[in-house]
Structure formats: C-alpha cells, structure tokens
C-alpha cells in the first residue's frame, strides 16, 4: 500500500487548507484511513480518522468543529478539510491506514500498518 498526502501550504491564522490523500495497491475500500502530525520537538498526535465504510469519523478534541475528514472511494482518496486554522495547527501532516479502523482511533501509532510521507501545514500568525 502506498499513500501520497498533499495540500499542505503556508495559510495566515482563521484560513483554511484541504489536505488529500491517494491510496493506492491495495482496495481502498478495505482501509480505515486516518491524520496525524507532528510539530517540531512533539510527538506524533492523532488528528482525525474515518472507517473503511466512512461511516464513522473521529477527531481530536483540538480539531473538533473545525476539521472534517471524509472520503471517495471512486478516487481512492481521503480528505481532511481544515478550516479555522491556528498557528499551533503548524505541523508535518501524515497521512496513515490499517485494515482495522481501530489502531488508528486508539492512537497506536507504533502498529498501524501503512503511513504515508508527510505535507507542511504553516499557519501564520
């Protein structure tokens, strides 16, 4: 399985970003999909995260309301739409997919199966 993320760019604080990623070599409908990030000296945090049917979504209290993770499966690419953006949304986004919908939910970044290389998110002040 190979993920591409992109999207990422430079936005100004209150503006908004969305963020792909393409799955490909594997049916894309077997995978829950998930986005985490990583700012400079932090670990790795959740973001948010959809199951394989899209039917169900979760996010990080922090994103809660302004973020929305979704997908296409005719494209084989999930989204994450991110609005009202903050300078400590800055971050590397990755994005991350396993054959169980809950690694990615319960944050065990060590055993999900497939990640992704990461997109910059720059928020400015």
């Known amino acids: 399985v190979q993920l591409q993320a992109s999207g990422g760019g430079l936005v100004q604080d209150g503006g908004s970003l969305r963020l792909s990623c393409a799955v490909s070599?594997?049916?894309?409908?077997?995978?829950?999909v998930g986005w985490f990030r990583q700012a400079p000296g932090k670990e790795r945090e959740f973001v948010a995260a959809i199951s394989s049917s899209g039917g169900s979504t979760s996010y990080a209290d922090s994103v809660k309301g302004r973020f929305t993770i979704s997908r296409d499966n005719a494209k084989n690419t999930v989204y994450l739409q991110m609005n009202s953006l903050k300078p400590e949304d800055t971050a590397v986004y990755y994005c991350?997919?396993?054959?169980?919908?809950?690694?990615?939910?319960?944050?065990?970044?060590?055993?999900?199966?497939?990640w992704g290389q990461g997109t910059q998110v720059t928020v400015s002040s």
């Open positions: 070599r594997r049916p894309f409908s077997e995978l829950a």
């Open positions: 991350a997919a396993d054959t169980q919908y809950n690694p990615l939910v319960t944050r065990r970044i060590s055993v999900i199966l497939y």
